[in-house]
């Protein structure tokens, strides 16, 4: 049976290189990296060496730069220890963002911080004078705001830039969770007024289970996992060193690649878009996927079908991987917070197709082909 896999903003392939790459570290570097023999400081450079390419590949400098278990350690991280070792008591973040951040801000109201949401458009932006507002009615509070790159669901981005100069002229803190975007845009922190962005390998074909952290060095935290002298005395734990190699050699890959795996993506995107509104009638997308949008990302708003509620399986059953809903809960059907707060129509299917340089236009004819057989039988 045919495979087409098109849920690449829940995870992606591991590149093949990535994995030459990874072998010789687990047959040979086996060495805690904390150990002062041989074995331990060969690790041990193997880690610096990558941390400092990391660093090269985004503009900032290697001890800016704390690796973690990924995107939602160093969200909480960030949420958590803003609060604990900067005295923030306002967080300011959208309705839209991953429950990695919505959870943890939700967790820290319990505990007296006050939480604030921007508002947004039918197409799903941030209205940048919401934010504006909020900082200006509580110039007396030590705000942090946190607002992502690119929505994981729908695709929406914001400008780092502008809102990286709005939020620092009022004296706030930024986090952007800059997961779905880190490895697929070039970023220059030299250039941008942001105090922490969080990156995710396996969203770029790294290995799952490893990210990193990126605090401007004009900021000192504290660990929120203690235990240990790792990170800098940042993050306690044995270092990830297969992760930290396979991330590495994921973002070398990334970024020396970038222009070419944007056009290829983005021409897969645009053809799925024509297609399906050349085939589908009725069909329509929810955020706004020919504007301000992720390369990778296209939700799909379909026409009501009486099998809407199996519309994803039998997508499955035809060997095509997509989602409905949030990423990180993809199967589920618990329906979307992100739609939710759009008022988009969840009775009908809303799907997310998201694609990598590892897809073709043939993968998009295929699933066009079934769709139509689907709407056929269906309607
Ligand atoms: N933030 C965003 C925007 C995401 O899309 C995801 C994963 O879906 C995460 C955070 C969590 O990252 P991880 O899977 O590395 O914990």
Do not use: W
Not at 17 to 22: C, F, G, H, L, M
Not at 27 to 42: D, I
Not at 87 to 112: D, K, M, R, Y
Not at 233 to 254: D, F, Q, Y
């Amino acid at each position: 049976m045919k495979k087409v896999y098109f849920d690449n903003a829940a995870t992606t392939p591991m590149d093949p290189e990535v994995i030459e790459a990874i072998i010789p570290i687990m047959k040979e570097n086996f060495g805690n990296p904390s150990s002062v023999h041989t074995f331990g400081r060969e690790s041990r450079a193997i880690i610096e060496k990558a941390r400092k390419q990391v660093a090269n590949y985004i503009g900032a400098s290697p001890a800016e730069i704390f690796f973690t278990s990924g995107g939602t350690e160093a969200d909480n991280m960030i949420l958590k220890c803003a609060v604990n070792d900067l005295g923030v008591n306002h967080i300011i973040t959208s309705p839209l963002e991953h429950h990695a951040v919505l959870h943890t801000a939700e967790f820290l109201q319990q505990n007296g911080v006050k939480i604030s949401y921007v508002d947004i458009d039918e197409k799903g932006y941030v209205v940048k004078e919401s934010l504006e507002k909020l900082l200006d009615d509580n110039q007396n509070d030590t705000i942090l705001v946190s607002l992502m790159h690119a929505n994981n669901e729908i695709g929406n981005l914001i400008s780092l830039k502008d809102y990286g100069k709005l939020i620092k002229s009022k004296g706030a803190y930024f986090h952007s969770d800059t997961v779905q975007t880190m490895g697929h845009y070039l970023f220059n922190l030299e250039n941008l007024n942001i105090d922490f962005l969080t990156c995710s390998a396996h969203k770029f074909h790294g290995p799952k289970g490893i990210g990193f952290l990126y605090v401007n060095s004009d900021i000192k935290i504290s660990p929120m996992i203690t235990g240990g002298a790792q990170e800098r005395n940042m993050r306690a734990g044995t270092e990830n060193i297969i992760g930290i190699v396979g991330l590495t050699k994921a973002m070398e890959i990334a970024y020396r690649d970038l222009e070419e795996h944007q056009n290829y993506v983005q021409g897969i995107k645009s053809y799925m878009i024509e297609q399906l509104e050349q085939n589908i009638p009725g069909v329509s997308f929810n955020g706004d996927p020919k504007g301000k949008s992720l390369y990778t990302v296209l939700n799909v708003h379909f026409p009501p079908t009486d099998i809407a509620e199996m519309f994803l399986y039998n997508l499955d059953i035809e060997g095509i991987a997509a989602s409905g809903g949030s990423a990180c809960s993809s199967g589920t059907n618990v329906g979307s917070h992100v739609l939710r707060t759009l008022g988009v129509d969840q009775t009908v299917p809303n799907i997310r197709f998201s694609f990598s340089k590892f897809n073709t236009k043939d993968e998009v004819d295929y699933t066009i082909n079934v769709l139509k057989e689907l709407y056929a039988v269906n309607a």
